[in-house]
């Protein structure tokens, strides 16, 4: 079997990039190990810049429909007799233009929408049940049951998730920094009313509550490292209480589980990949890079590697321009950028890690000094939508740290739309050449 593209993985990274190419007219095998839905949890929340892709690729009214719009984070610091000490908001309406809310989804039901469209191309053939297990000079090896049988392709795109056999066989070794704490996360109903994200803490606790469509709402508790055995012990009731204490609101809708069968434990990880393209294959999104689950960014992170990568390969493929070299174009955008959501990740982690009042009254103090502070506010905002990057200074820090006073003006909506990507940020190639 011959194929333009070859793309190992059928997650969010790999069908979104499968369906960026076969609409650009370019012939893809996509591999998907997995016949029936996964039961586990995965990133549901679509960052604005992940929502300006979708609208590129026709789904944005088809995701809006099917999604609960998200425009505030509602940030609930309480005190040891959990009243509420302290509060602030991340507003995404700060942020100009049509992209300016995140959207929750189902993942497994974002993963339907996108096959089903990539599946109305005759260019586009999905081989569920079908492993990667390794590739050879010319050609990937995969398997589909007993049959083992090969592909040959022009670029190899390995989207696996982790465990990437694109990454082994690129021979790219990575290194994981674990965390302090994990998270039990589990869906449940919630109150038709709950519309918003909020995230509860106290010195030494972390509730983050982010509503899906359906009444449902997504949870995420923070646990120390190695107590989930421990807990389990314990009668469901203690798991109710536990998100009761810090949301009164999930009283009456948590109850309605009553297993911690159901309640998944996930286990943040962080490591970059230190490069995403070697010869004619590349890595996207978590085969090329892990990210602590607290902002929300990790499928957002596939689905921009995803446009990135399948624009590039189209264009290399539409000009003739077919040298493998040009991938690195890939790496050349999106390395720094996810650099910087790595780390934006990994402090944000830091700041509810540790259990001691000093660190959670600097966090509060910071997050009520982004809020006063209009230039602030945007660039949070502007970091974690995606749009744009535009880093903290050293100005920023003495106004986060009190030492110098907030700004009251705020910027006029064209000075903001400076700092969002442009189409010749994103694909610089387009303007600079292929030579
Ligand atoms: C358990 C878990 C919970 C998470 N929770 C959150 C969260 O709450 N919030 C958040 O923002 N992010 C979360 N993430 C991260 C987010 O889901 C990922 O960043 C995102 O799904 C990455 O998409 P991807 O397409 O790169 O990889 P994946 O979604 O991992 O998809 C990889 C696909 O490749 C397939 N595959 C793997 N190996 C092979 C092979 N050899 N051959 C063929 N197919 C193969 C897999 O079956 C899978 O379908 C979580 C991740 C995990 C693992």
């Known amino acids: 079997m011959k194929t333009d593209v070859f793309i190992s993985g059928g997650g969010i990274g790999g069908l979104t990039l499968a369906l960026k190419l076969v609409q650009r007219g370019v012939d893809v095998v996509l591999a998907e190990r997995m016949t029936k839905t996964p039961p586990t949890y995965k990133g549901e929340l679509l960052q604005p810049k992940s929502m300006q892709i979708f609208d590129g690729l026709g789904l944005y009214d088809h995701i809006v429909s099917r999604s609960q719009e998200i425009n505030v984070l509602d940030m609930l610091e309480l005190s040891s007799s959990l009243t509420v000490r302290d509060q602030s908001f991340m507003d995404y309406n700060v942020l100009p233009g049509k992209y300016n809310a995140a959207y929750m989804i189902h993942h497994e039901e974002l993963k339907k929408t996108i096959l089903q469209e990539a599946s109305e191309y005759t260019n586009f053939h999905y081989l569920s049940g079908t492993v990667c297990k390794g590739f050879t000079d010319q050609t990937v090896q995969l398997q589909r049951g007993k049959e083992r049988f090969e592909v040959e392709a022009f670029y190899y795109f390995g989207a696996e998730g982790r465990s990437s056999v694109t990454r082994k066989a690129m021979g790219i070794e990575i290194k994981e920094t674990r965390y302090n704490h994990h998270f039990l996360t589990v869906s449940f109903p919630r109150p038709e009313n709950f519309t918003e994200g909020q995230i509860i803490s106290t010195y030494n606790r972390f509730l983050g509550l982010f509503p899906l469509p359906h009444n449902q709402v997504r949870t995420v508790y923070l646990i120390p490292e190695g107590e989930y055995r421990e807990l389990k012990e314990k009668p469901i009731s203690h798991f109710h209480k536990l998100y009761t204490d810090l949301a ?136 974690i939508s995606g749009l744009g990057i535009w880093r903290e200074g050293m100005r920023d820090r003495f106004i986060q740290g009190g030492i110098m006073p907030v700004r009251a003006k705020s910027l006029p909506t064209d000075r903001k739309e400076l700092k969002y990507f442009t189409r010749e940020d994103d694909y610089p190639w387009k303007v600079e050449g292929f030579e």
């Open 248 to 383: 009164p609101a999930m009283d009456g809708y948590v109850q309605s589980l009553n297993d911690w069968k159901k309640i998944q434990l996930m286990i943040p990880v962080m490591f970059h990949a230190p490069s995403y393209v070697k010869n004619n294959k590349a890595i996207i999104g978590d085969a090329a890079h892990a990210v602590h689950p607290m902002a929300g960014e990790g499928m957002n992170m596939a689905i921009q590697d995803a446009d990135i990568l399948g624009e590039l390969a189209a264009d290399m493929l539409e000009s003739g321009n077919t040298a493998p070299e040009h991938l690195t174009w890939y790496e050349k955008v999106r390395y720094k950028r996810a650099e910087h959501v790595l780390q934006l990740s990994h402090l944000a982690a830091l700041a509810y890690s540790f259990p001691f009042k000093p660190v959670s009254y600097l966090r509060t103090r910071t997050f009520e000094r982004m809020e006063e502070d209009p230039i602030l506010h945007f660039k949070q905002m502007l970091n």
